[in-house]
């Protein structure tokens, strides 16, 4: 095992823009593992429509089943409470121990309030960023204006060092436009996996 990646979310529900992500990234990076991480509560966001932790662990088994280079860890859901990256990269951290390389994977748009993360600097020290672009949002600007623009000058450059800025094949999926398109009736075929939509249908998810 040389290097991997840690996929965190909320997954709620998982799509084929972070199935795509994933899968670019692994080849792109050469890495032996994916591991998608569902988030038990998300701290920075208002958990609207959140299915229950273990709905979301079970779509995102579903989704990512047929690769063999592709895990799901239910360490954060195990965790309980609200997720914390730190803590989670930490358990992987000592998981894998120092020889292993660990990647984080994040959107476009969580790059925007990283610099506020809990513990980011104990973060950068364990593993490294992979910010990935996203329908929407202007990556490079985003880096600019968020990292060259912090308060803390040495975080910023730290994270600026730490942070690898990948353009990906723009996928404009994402979970609020699939929860939105199930509670108007409308198809969210091709745009997740098809045990998915049979289960989000199955059990009366989003409606
Ligand atoms: P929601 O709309 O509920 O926020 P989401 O589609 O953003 O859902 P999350 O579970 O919040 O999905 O995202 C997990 C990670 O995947 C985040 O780092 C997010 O930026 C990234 N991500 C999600 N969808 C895409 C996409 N289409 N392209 C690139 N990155 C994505
Ligand atoms: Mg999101």
């Known amino acids: 095992m040389k290097a991997i990646a840690i996929f965190g979310g909320t997954f709620n529900p998982i799509h084929y823009g972070h199935l795509a992500v994933a899968e670019e990234i692994r080849t792109k990076f050469n890495l032996d593992k994916v591991i998608f991480v569902p988030t038990n509560l998300p701290p920075h966001k208002n958990p609207v429509d959140l299915v229950s932790a273990r709905q979301r662990w079970l779509m995102t088994n579903m ?5 063999p ?9 195990d965790s309980g409470g609200k997720s914390y990256a730190v803590d989670t990269i930490k358990h992987f951290r000592e998981h894998f121990g120092d020889n292993v390389k660990i990647y984080f994977i994040v959107g476009a748009d969580m790059l925007i309030d990283i610099a506020a993360w809990k513990n980011i600097g104990e973060i950068l020290k364990m593993c490294r960023f992979i910010a990935v672009s996203r329908p929407g949002y202007d990556i490079q600007k985003i880096f600019n204006q968020y990292f060259l623009g912090a308060k803390n000058a040495s975080l910023a450059s730290e994270l600026m060092e ?20 199930v509670k108007e009736w409308k198809s969210i075929k091709y745009m997740v996996p098809e045990a998915v939509e049979q289960f989000i ?3 009366q998810l989003y409606l």
């Open 63 to 67: 989704a990512t089943v047929s690769n």
């Open 162 to 181: 730490n942070a690898l800025v990948e353009e990906v094949s723009m996928i404009d999926i994402s979970s609020t436009v699939i929860r939105q398109r």
């Open 69 to 77: 280079c592709f895990e799901v860890s239910s360490f954060e859901i």
């Open 201 to 203: 249908h199955n059990h």
